[in-house]
């Protein structure tokens, strides 16, 4: 076997830590990549990897079925092996085989989730001066989708009926004392890089710390009755809560999916579709009480929507106050963006190159003392790179 030489090893050692680069950017979004963004700098190449958001034509839709093929879900999104639900009953399904043709994902139970509003939250009052209240930050990534039967359309470039819905959102949550702020940016096309467009709406929003970022959609399921609900009388639409798998606070966001699922289980029955944990990042690597919602779907009227959206904004004034006093579901995100992921994230890179730089010295020298001698080696080359830069250095003194 043709030996290596230390040049040849260096270029192999940036070779891996390009690759290594490229998935650590694929996998967690990392704290740079803001910084990069917000400062106008676009990294078009990269925006193609790790994007698993997709989303399917409007009309289409796979169908989760159980082991013994009967349907207990739907959705409008991407589906992959590894995604997993939790359903209106609570039981919980991870999806173990997908057939793209016939946009059929097979699952297998899990288990029975325990979700349940606990007690002592209830003693937690909910902030009564708007001046002190929890802030909520509110965008849309899709500004385009629509309900047919108001809009006339399930698509309206800029002007979607999904923004009217989270101005609803936004309007009820300052009736009930919640300092709520919304971004009506647009994020158009409606494509795989919507996510990274927002992206830079969702890190304008946190600047003003909330307690919560919501990011509010509606579903592409055909059938208007899956999402349809009623609220004391009135047609109302249900919401499906979405929690990407693909991001560090995953374990976070998905515990405070679970506690509003809790509190509407218990206030508002049937409101709450179930939880979705999809294969994807969904911008909440950016904190852990970051959460996708589908209000209803595009065959839904947008009324009965926005009835949805109003129970929801009732109630969370309730979750996010407790949060706020220190006795709810949790503790108030940071005031930016954290890297709690980026660290281990950074470190399992580190690890990546040097055991793939060991392989590689072990492969080309054949036994581990040759790649001792030939790393020795390389070390001396580099000192010597760097030792006549430094007589320059001196000579010019």
């Not at 055909?222 to 606070?249: M, S």
């Not at 990546?352 to 070390?379: M, Q």
Request: negative net charge; proline residues 5%; aromatic residues 8%.
């Amino acid at each position: 076997m043709k030996k290596l030489t230390n040049k040849g090893i260096l270029y192999v050692g940036l070779l891996l830590i390009i690759i290594g680069g490229a998935f650590y950017y694929y996998e967690s979004h990392p704290r740079i990549y803001n910084t990069l963004t917000e400062s106008g700098i676009e990294l078009n190449i990269l925006d193609n990897l790790g994007k698993w958001e997709g989303e399917l034509t409007d009309g289409k839709f796979y169908s989760f079925v159980d082991e013994n093929g009967e349907e207990i879900d739907r959705t409008g999104h991407e589906v992959f092996i590894g995604d997993e639900l939790i359903l209106e009953n609570n039981g919980r399904y991870k999806v173990i085989e997908v057939d793209s043709s016939k946009y059929i994902a097979k699952c297998e139970l899990v288990g029975q989730e325990k979700i349940s509003w606990r007690e002592e939250w209830e003693q937690v009052p909910v902030l009564e001066m708007a001046a002190a209240a929890p802030k909520v930050g509110i965008y849309t990534t899709h500004n385009d989708e629509s309900y047919v039967p108001t809009d006339g359309t399930e698509s309206k470039d800029g002007q979607g009926g999904i923004m009217k819905v989270a101005s609803v959102f936004v309007n009820v949550l300052k009736k009930n004392n919640v300092s709520a702020e919304i971004s009506d940016n647009i994020h158009l096309p409606h494509d795989a890089n919507a996510y990274h467009r927002s992206r830079k709406t969702a890190v304008a929003l946190l600047k003003e710390n909330p307690i919560a970022l919501i990011d509010v959609h509606r579903d592409g399921v055909p059938d208007p009755n899956f999402y349809k609900t009623e609220v004391d009388g009135e047609e109302a639409t249900k919401i499906r809560l979405v929690v990407g798998r693909q991001n560090p606070h995953m374990s976070a966001n998905l515990e405070f999916a679970k506690q509003v699922k809790a509190y509407f289980d218990k206030n508002r029955p049937g409101l709450i579709k179930g939880i979705f944990m999809a294969k994807g990042n969904y911008n909440q690597d950016l904190g852990p009480k970051v959460m996708l919602i589908e209000v209803g779907t595009h065959t839904n009227s947008r009324e009965a929507a926005e009835v949805g959206v109003t129970q929801f904004a009732e109630g969370l004034p309730k979750l996010i106050g407790a949060g706020a006093a220190g006795g709810g579901p949790g503790a108030p995100p940071p005031s930016q963006p954290t890297s709690t992921g980026a660290g281990s994230s950074l470190l399992w890179l580190v690890l990546a190159v040097v055991v793939g730089g060991g392989a590689f010295l072990l492969i080309s020298t054949g036994s581990l003392e040759g790649s001792w001698k030939r790393l020795s080696n390389l070390g001396r080359e580099f000192a010597n790179y760097l030792g006549p830069l430094d007589r320059k250095k001196k000579n010019k003194e």
